[in-house]
């Protein structure tokens, strides 16, 4: 039996109809089961207009049309003295998922929702990863940027590990035509910083187009170009120009994104002190210790004390820790402090580690110069240091390193608050199985 993404179960007989039940009057048409959409969202994801009455042949196939969004696990219909009655059991919380946009320009959040949502009408900002609903919101997303004067072929796929929060989410891509950094448009630069400015601008334009990060990444590197620079106040804006550029080169069409930054330069400021809290986790002598084995000349002062406060307190198990960089302008003397506000977070403690791609008796002895227990707080430093230390300590151990490539990975879990480490050991070309 070819069964549908969903199971549709039918309590009505319909495998044969005589004259007179052909002739049956029309009956209206009711859902139950799914509190979240109402009932107008359901007869037109049924493709039904409010009011609609059905025969029992029409039943089946809107039946069929629901069931095929994804939205549902099963359908279920039914006639009584009221009608028809839909019972519907919704897809469970876990296999929807949110809507990442990847290298569309378009621009996320209410309004493009509410577009979708008066398309897809149980589309309330959560997708299942299969069904027609997917393909149907690719099409609908080709004719978005067809309208902005850009012929594309969208693709949808779920994909895990996506932003800072790593979310799993339904990752909609432009596979062609490739979609690139246009033009940037500048303002507000000085004619000192003209050069400067004008160089790092054409530096980008040409990158990979990210929906979420390109305009984000804009404004990172221009504060830093700027910083670097000892402009201390700077303010950077940058927003997406509409419509999007399409070129052809040799056959080759590109989509061009072209940007606005806007630049409020600020003047220019020396550092002046670091204040750092009185009670924090870490020392500051332990900061800036850190901050002493960085090599000269590899960052700005600020931010390698802001790292330096980041490795402390990975150390001491708070993976978590966000640092909040305040400044404070003295404009008579045009100095800058700064003040830190460090949130540690959970503390983290070590779990298990894994030495994959080593024989046994490599295991044995990594496993034994391991000394970082499972449950004890986990150090970031430890995990980073182990191998080089390890090589140190074992010469056969060492000589074995030599033919390998190692890495490793880390892997928390912000709900248990443990850590599992793995090393991943890889032959080096040449050195045989």
Not at 85 to 103: I, K, R, V
Request: net charge neutral; charged share 20%; aromatic share 8%.
């Amino acid at each position: 039996m070819n069964k549908p993404a969903a199971l549709i179960a039918a309590t009505l007989l319909l495998c044969s109809f005589s004259p007179a039940q052909k002739k049956a009057p029309l009956k209206p048409v009711r859902f139950q089961g799914a509190p979240q959409y109402t009932q107008e969202e359901l007869l037109a994801a049924a493709g039904l207009k409010p009011g609609a009455r059905l025969s029992p042949i029409e039943l089946k196939t809107h039946a069929k049309q629901l069931s095929d969004t994804g939205f549902f696990s099963l359908v279920k219909f039914a006639s009584d003295s009221k009608g028809f009655l839909f019972t519907l059991t919704p897809a469970p919380s876990g296999q929807l998922y949110p809507m990442h946009l990847d290298n569309l320009p378009l621009t996320p959040g209410k309004e493009l929702d509410d577009q979708l949502h008066q398309r897809f009408p149980l589309y309330h900002g959560l997708l299942p990863a299969t069904g027609t609903t997917l393909e149907a919101i690719c099409q609908a997303f080709e004719e978005m940027l067809a309208a902005k004067g850009a012929k594309t072929t969208v693709s949808a796929a779920l994909t895990s590990g996506l932003g800072p929060k790593k979310i799993t989410a339904i990752n909609f891509s432009i596979t062609s035509p490739a979609v690139q950094i246009g033009p940037i448009r500048l303002s507000g630069v000085s004619a000192d910083m003209l050069a400067k400015a004008d160089t790092l601008a054409s530096s980008q334009e040409g990158n990979p187009y990210d929906t979420e990060n390109s305009a984000k990444g804009l404004e990172h590197i221009f504060e830093d170009l700027y910083q670097d620079q000892d402009y201390a106040a700077v303010e950077v804006s940058v927003s997406q120009i509409d419509p999007q550029i399409v070129t052809d080169r040799s056959s080759d069409p590109t989509i061009e994104v072209p940007f606005a930054v806007a630049i409020r330069e600020g003047g220019i400021y020396k550092l002046g002190r670091i204040d750092y809290p009185a009670g924090a986790l870490a020392p500051r002598a332990e900061v800036e210790k850190i901050v002493s084995k960085a090599q000269a000349g590899s960052g700005r002062p600020l931010d390698l004390f802001v790292l330096a406060v980041g490795d402390a307190y990975h150390a001491r198990g708070y993976l978590d820790c966000s640092i909040n960089v305040q400044p404070s302008f003295n404009e008579a003397t045009r100095i800058v402090n700064y003040s830190l506000d460090i949130a540690p977070g959970e503390l983290y403690r070590m779990g298990a580690v894994h030495f994959d791609g080593a024989p046994d008796a490599m295991v044995a002895r990594l496993t034994r110069l391991w000394k970082m227990a499972r449950g004890d707080v986990f150090d970031e430093s430890y995990v980073s240091t182990f191998a080089s230390r390890a090589q140190k300590q074992d010469r056969t151990l060492a000589k074995w390193m030599q033919t390998v490539v190692t890495t490793h990975n880390v892997k928390s879990d912000p709900v248990t608050h443990t850590v599992n480490c793995i090393f991943l050991f890889a032959k080096t070309a040449g050195s045989g199985r």
